[in-house]
């Protein structure tokens, strides 16, 4: 896909899970320029602001194990609105977490538009969890289980339809801590899965090409979704579950150049920058830089 026109939306919520501050998430990249920076390669952008979201009142839990059940719905479902219309409108969707729960909402505006829709997971985690094999019930880990179909109803039927994307047509990048329920699901759906192991093994250009090569063919579309604890956290300390061991800040950009290449993304987010465990907005300053790499930034 040439990319043309980009849409940047942010959902600054951070009901998801429990550590504060990734709600400023959106803030924090915009001040880190990544509106300028898209611009700067003669893109056209519109930056239509951010959804606000309610804080949890005292009965948010009753009837669900799962945190700020209501509430993470309700923001999802308005994501999914303003997604929808972005590409329905020819243009691009760039969101802006947040944590990683916003991506429900992110796949479910998307997901409609295209019949065999590609996932490219570049994160620490697997977030594959449901309710029953959440440790914390913290729904941030949850949402790619949510778009293959797994989980609570509120979530999986989000926007209207159920599955949003199908397990093979899902590659995650960059894992390295994966709860017991997160590698049985793997195993049982088949989800292609490149830990870190792979990555030190086979290089980041190997495991980028054979991601790519995976996608192109059974897929219409890629949507790209980047927590950044993928990247490893003395590179990226502002979020709010570091990993040690994680990819490295040059080895994220060959990955952003070689998709901007492939011309195969179609849509994007980035997420879980908190900039109350950050260095200096370090963590914000670095999801920018990757932007620019996968909207088609060269050296030379």
Not at 94 to 108: E, K, N, Q, R, Y
Request: glycine share 12%; net charge negative; proline share 4%.
């Amino acid at each position: 896909m040439s990319i043309q026109k980009i849409s940047v939306i942010g959902l600054p919520m951070d009901l998801g899970q429990t550590r504060r501050g990734v709600d400023m998430g959106p803030s924090a990249l915009r001040c880190a320029g990544v509106i300028e920076r898209i611009q700067q390669l003669q893109l056209e952008v519109e930056d239509l602001g951010d959804i606000i979201v309610g804080r949890p009142g005292t009965s948010e839990e009753a009837g669900s194990n799962l945190k700020n059940l209501s509430l993470v719905s309700k923001g999802n479902a308005q994501l999914a609105a303003r997604v929808d219309e972005i590409i329905c409108s020819g243009s691009f969707p760039l969101v802006l977490g947040g944590d990683h729960s916003i991506a429900i909402g992110t796949l479910a505006g998307i997901s409609k538009h295209y019949e065999s829709l590609g996932v490219i997971w570049y994160d620490a985690h697997g977030d594959l969890n449901t309710e029953e094999t959440s440790p914390s019930g913290n729904i941030h880990g949850m949402p790619l289980a949510v778009s293959i179909g797994l989980g609570h109803p509120d979530l999986v039927n989000l926007h209207g339809y159920a599955q949003k994307v199908k397990p093979e047509n899902i590659v995650i990048i960059g894992a390295r801590s994966l709860d017991e329920g997160e590698k049985v699901l793997i195993r049982d759906k088949g989800i292609k899965v490149y830990t870190m192991h792979e990555i030190d093994r086979l290089g980041m250009t190997k495991v980028m090409e054979e991601c790519i090569e995976y996608l192109r063919d059974k897929t219409d579309g890629v949507h790209l979704s980047l927590d950044l604890d993928g990247v490893d956290p003395a590179e990226a300390p502002g979020v709010g579950t570091p990993v040690l061991g994680g990819i490295s800040y040059r080895e994220s950009h060959l990955a952003m150049e070689m998709l901007a290449e492939s011309e195969l993304i179609t849509s994007a987010e980035f997420v879980e920058v908190n900039p109350v465990l950050d260095e200096r907005n370090k963590t914000a300053i670095v999801a920018v830089a990757l932007m620019g790499s996968l909207f088609g930034e060269k050296l030379l």
